[in-house]
């Protein structure tokens, strides 16, 4: 399914497609018509509203696109959650607090006893699309514990593990499990924390188990 926007409606398409990337990583692929008759496709990784521009990833590269030298933006092959933008701007929700995430941190850290969770609040970016970021990654996290430890080899793998640190980095984002210690890296890109996709989190941590 496509679906072609003209500037009168992308900035709101833009902003629920960017929250909803945020609680459910998926891929966004994008056709932007530029000024001058140049075509861009690509995988939209941040949208910034308050200096109208986006982040794209074309052909490996990542890029920043001023949005006043877009003529059209077309949504390519969009799942059925943006089949409906009415219904998607109703489900989006507020931006947690940080509070609200703390919160949620806490909670998760409770289902992965007996490690503990740490994690360096001073280096998380304060912007909405980091918190929404970060309030999916807790939430996959815990998810991801429940879901390798529904067995009893799962379970006795996980409870080799003391610590779980997540830490933000400039570099792509991984998961490494050594003596105990498990390491997440979370990517910081030029404007904010970037999505964990949950698959990837839940395929580094067998792999390393």
């Known amino acids: 399914m496509q679906r072609r926007v003209i500037p009168q409606g992308w900035l709101e398409v833009l ?15 994008l056709r932007l018509e530029c000024q001058g008759g140049q075509t861009l ?3 939209l990784v941040r949208y910034h509203a308050s200096k109208s521009t986006l982040l794209l990833s074309h052909q490996g590269n990542l890029s920043w696109i001023d949005l006043s030298c877009l003529q059209a933006l077309t949504l390519l092959d969009c799942d059925s959650w943006l089949s409906d933008l009415s219904q998607a ?5 507020p931006a947690p607090s940080r509070l609200q995430l703390r919160r949620e941190a806490e909670q998760v850290g409770q289902r992965l006893a007996p490690a503990q969770l740490q994690l360096a609040w001073d280096q998380v ?18 998810s991801c514990w429940e879901r ?19 830490e933000i980095t400039t570099s792509p984002g991984t998961t490494t ?33």
């Not at 701007?89 to 929700?93: D, I, L």
């Not at 980091?130 to 309030?135: D, E, Q």
């Not at 050594?178 to 792999?207: F, H, I, M, S, W």
């Open 15 to 29: 902003q629920i497609l960017e929250q909803r990337l945020a609680t459910r990583p998926r891929q966004a692929l």
């Open 41 to 43: 496709e690509g995988n």
């Open 89 to 93: 701007r109703t489900e989006t929700q």
């Open 125 to 142: 970016p304060d912007d909405d699309q980091s918190a929404r970021h970060l309030g999916q990654f807790l939430k996959d996290l815990g």
């Open 148 to 166: 390798l430890g529904a067995d009893e080899m799962g379970a006795q793998a996980l409870h080799s593990v003391r610590l779980v640190q997540l």
């Open 177 to 209: 499990l050594e003596g105990g210690l498990c390491r997440v890296r979370l990517t910081r890109g030029p404007d904010g924390l970037l999505a964990y996709p949950y698959d990837q989190l839940l395929n580094e941590l067998e792999k390393q188990l």
